[in-house]
């Protein structure tokens, strides 16, 4: 889920919602992800999802026997997922840095981070703490999983192209404006006539302090992919899938 701040004349909080009312439309859920992820756990395993954004992941877990939680900071993903899930999930609207507190009593099998979400946080230490803070909240064995764009080939070549995404109504695209130590993510929408424009700022997290992170918060393997199909990273991927073993 994007994690936006509105700027400029032509963004509004419209643009929350505009994503949300067609998030499944510009991210479908596709069942290699749903594959990898499954491969992971055991029937009726308890699972929190840090970033949810509409809850697809969420209901197609739930309704293959898990115990799913999703969360999300954004209220209107959250009120969209609900309505897809009914009882079969739980949502809260939330930070991902408040889940030791609010998720005090509930040990996870796995928890999972995906979409490049991880990077929408403010620094290293804020991902370090993340990452404490989901060692603590896990079962013992449990794993972590998280993807993030291979931000060691976009600083090494200064560039990252997004494929423009259509619908029958809307135009969405994503572009990167390189900062001093931060990316500027730029995302417009357009949709029934409308443009509307929001911008965030972006941690990108390589693959040495993500790693070395995570065994700072006691994780004791962790194994990089290039894909959902277990093919080990090689750095040269788009987007890179951590899986961390407590």
């Not at 499944?24 to 499954?38: V, W």
Request: aromatic share 10%.
């Amino acid at each position: 889920m994007l994690l936006v701040k509105t700027v400029g004349p032509e963004g509004t909080m419209d643009l929350y919602d505009s994503i949300a009312d067609n998030y499944s439309r510009i991210f479908p859920l596709d069942a290699e992800r749903i594959g990898f992820i499954q491969s992971f756990l055991n029937h009726g395993d308890i699972i929190l999802d840090l970033g949810c954004a509409t809850g697809d992941l969420c209901v197609e877990l739930a309704q293959a026997g898990y115990n799913v939680w999703g969360i999300d900071a954004n209220a209107r993903m959250i009120e969209i997922a609900c309505r897809k899930a009914g009882k079969t999930a739980e949502f809260k609207v939330m930070n991902m840095l408040d889940i030791d507190r609010h998720f005090k009593n509930i040990k996870f099998s796995l928890i999972t981070c995906l979409g490049n979400t991880l990077p929408h946080l403010d620094s290293l230490s804020e991902i370090t703490c993340l990452f404490k803070q989901v060692y603590s909240r896990l079962s013992s064995n449990g794993r972590f999983i998280f993807q993030i764009l291979n931000y060691n080939k976009i600083l090494k070549e200064k560039k990252c192209g997004f494929p423009v995404i259509k619908g029958p109504d809307f135009v969405f695209s994503r572009k990167y404006e390189f900062l001093n130590g931060k990316i500027r993510f730029i995302i417009s929408m357009k949709i029934k006539r409308k443009k509307l424009t929001d911008s965030t700022l972006l941690f990108p997290l390589t693959k040495e302090p993500a790693v070395s992170s995570l065994h700072e918060a006691g994780f004791k393997k962790t194994h990089c992919f290039s894909d959902y199909s277990l093919k080990p990273s090689d750095e040269k991927e788009a987007a890179t899938l951590y899986v961390a073993e407590k």
